[in-house]
Structures are given as structure tokens and as C-alpha cells.
């Protein structure tokens, strides 16, 4: 999927507009204030915390180009549960290298249940001079297997 943008110092346009967004719910108001900055990855999917991805699933995100954005790196992680019954991401794999404009990743073998099947992902955005900027991480699991 490309968006269709140049991506050097353009904004894409499903980005949040930066500045105050006021919503109105049962008679509640409330305020958000987004800002954005270079480089900043939104809207994950799988959401972070997900559960029942497919093994095909597609990772997707939606980033912000406010500089001399290149591209993207998407790395995958299994996720394990250490002795003390804490999660640890167990290294990170380069998924995908999508060039500036292009925001799907298929990673190329699938997802794998035979670890359990929790993961861990991020997008790192890939600047002009070699510089990257480390994004967050999200986690999701995928159907339990069927025996």
C-alpha cells in the first residue's frame, strides 16, 4: 500500500493534526492536545495488547513525515514469559524495509505459534544521513492453536 507521498517534508494526510482536538460525548468535553514529531509512528495495527491475530496478519501503521523521513524498518520479536513470570522480548528481526510512502508489512515467513504466540513489533523510522529514530513497541497474540 502506498500512500502516495513524496515523504521528504510531507505530512501524511491520515496523520492526527497537530493542535487541539476537542470531542464532545454525553455532555462531556474533552481536549487532546497531539503533538507531533519527526518521524512518529500511530495507529498500529495489531493494536498493542491485541489478541487472535491471524498467522498471514499484516502489520500496518500510520506515520508522521515532519522531516527527512527515507523509510521505515518493521522488526518482529517473540515475546516469552521469564522464570519470574515476566514477558521478555527475546531480540528483534528485521520484518520488512518499506521504503518512505509504503506503511504494510507482510512479514515474509508468517507468524510462527510454536513459541507461544505472543509477539512483540516496532516501526523505527529511517532518516536522511543514516540516522533512525526508535519507535515504540507493541505486543499482540494470535489464535490459540486448534488441536
Known amino acids: 500500500n502506498n500512500d502516495g507521498l513524496n515523504c521528504l517534508r510531507a505530512r501524511s494526510p491520515w496523520a492526527p493534526v497537530p493542535g487541539p482536538i476537542t470531542t464532545t460525548t454525553a455532555n462531556v468535553t474533552a481536549t487532546m492536545t497531539t503533538t507531533m514529531r519527526q518521524g512518529e509512528i500511530t495507529w498500529p495495527t495489531p ?26 524498518e518493521v522488526l518482529l520479536s517473540v515475546v516469552m514469559e521469564n522464570e519470574i513470570g515476566n514477558d521478555a522480548v527475546s531480540g528483534w528481526h528485521l520484518a520488512c524495509r518499506l ?5 504494510i508489512c507482510r512479514p515474509p515467513s508468517g507468524l510462527d505459534s510454536s513459541l507461544g504466540g505472543h509477539f512483540a513489533w516496532r516501526v523505527d523510522t529511517v532518516l536522511e544521513g543514516g540516522r533512525f529514530i526508535t519507535g515504540p ?3 499482540f497474540s494470535m489464535l490459540p492453536a486448534m488441536t
Do not use: H, K
Not at 498493542?48 to 522531516?67: C, K, R, V
Open 47 to 72: 493494536a498493542d495488547m491485541s489478541m487472535n491475530a491471524a498467522p498471514d496478519q499484516e502489520l500496518s501503521f500510520i506515520p508522521t513525515y515532519t522531516g527527512s523521513v527515507l523509510g521505515f
Open 137 to 139: 513497541t507493541w505486543r
Open 99 to 103: 521504503p518512505c510512502g509504503t506503511t
